[in-house]
């Protein structure tokens, strides 16, 4: 199995005869606008092909993966109910699943856990491997704006939300979790608490658009607590993620 870093908090997944791409926001090229491993290889690449939305935002959703399926029309939309609901599609366009629902079918078994900000989060179960990709949940706090109740109500949704993951999915075998520096000195609060409540085998830094410095700061903490870290270091990058 491979994972591919495409961009932001995208990234896809390459399983025997699937294929999962999540949170599609820009493709891996740096140059040319639709150009890289989605455009270039992904979407031409034989075998299932599902795409996953975990919301609205349009750092995660693209309306141009609809128009994918002129290519692919036997693509499968799996989309967060908000985006239905902000109007980003339609109704007819995906599979639309809110927190606690699930999707399973022959390939695939995609349950919607929750989110500090809008939508859902994913625990994906794929050929034996489980695979969690966080969407916007984080324990999202300013320490240097926020007030000390608006702090504490965070960590408390936050840690909430990973009680409720970890009953299910105490262990992962790989978490693409946001690190983002932009939120301030506490910015790998989150993802410390992640990883010291779910074991996890690999642990993938997102959200940081283009700051791999910020993202990769989290691998010593990460490795303290035995997970093995991907290091990024540009778009379009692919890691084996064999255990």
């Known amino acids: 199995m491979k994972l591919d870093y495409i961009y932001h908090s995208g990234f896809a997944i390459e399983a025997d005869g699937v294929?999962?791409?999540?949170?599609y926001y820009k493709d891996s090229s740096e140059e040319a606008y639709n150009k890289?491993?989605?455009?270039?290889?992904?979407?031409?690449?034989?075998?299932?092909?599902y795409?996953?939305?975990?919301?609205?935002h349009p750092d995660h959703f693209n309306r141009e993966v609809l128009l994918w399926k002129s290519l692919r029309p036997d693509i499968r939309y799996i989309f967060s109910k908000d985006i239905?609901?902000?109007?980003?599609?339609?109704?007819?366009?995906?599979?639309?699943i809110n927190k606690g629902d699930?999707?399973?079918d022959e390939h695939i078994r995609i349950e919607a856990f929750g989110s500090t900000d809008v939508g859902i989060s994913f625990l994906?179960?794929?050929?034996?491997?489980?695979?969690?990709?966080a969407g916007d949940l984080n324990n999202w706090h300013w320490s240097e704006e926020s007030t000390p109740q608006e702090i504490r109500k965070a960590e408390g949704d936050f840690l909430a939300e990973v009680?409720?993951?970890?009953?299910?999915?105490?262990?992962?075998?790989?978490?693409?979790?946001p690190v983002d520096s932009r939120i301030g000195k506490d910015y790998m609060r989150g993802a410390e608490q992640f990883v010291n409540r779910i074991k996890t085998t690999i642990f993938v830094p997102m959200h940081f658009s283009e700051d791999y410095q910020g993202g990769n700061a989290f691998r010593s903490f990460a490795e303290s607590k035995g997970c093995r870290f991907l290091t990024i270091?540009?778009?379009?990058?692919?890691?084996?993620?064999?255990?």
Not at 19 to 23: G, P
């Open 124 to 133: 994906i179960d794929l050929q034996g491997r489980r695979i969690f990709h």
């Open 19 to 23: 294929t999962v791409i999540i949170d």
């Open 51 to 56: 795409v996953l939305c975990s919301h609205f």
């Open 102 to 104: 699930i999707y399973e």
């Open 233 to 243: 270091a540009h778009r379009g990058q692919s890691f084996l993620v064999e255990n």
């Open 84 to 96: 239905l609901k902000h109007r980003r599609a339609s109704a007819e366009d995906a599979t639309y």
């Open 36 to 49: 890289g491993i989605v455009h270039d290889y992904l979407l031409e690449k034989p075998g299932a092909l």
């Open 163 to 177: 009680k409720l993951l970890q009953h299910t999915a105490p262990a992962i075998d790989v978490a693409m979790f």
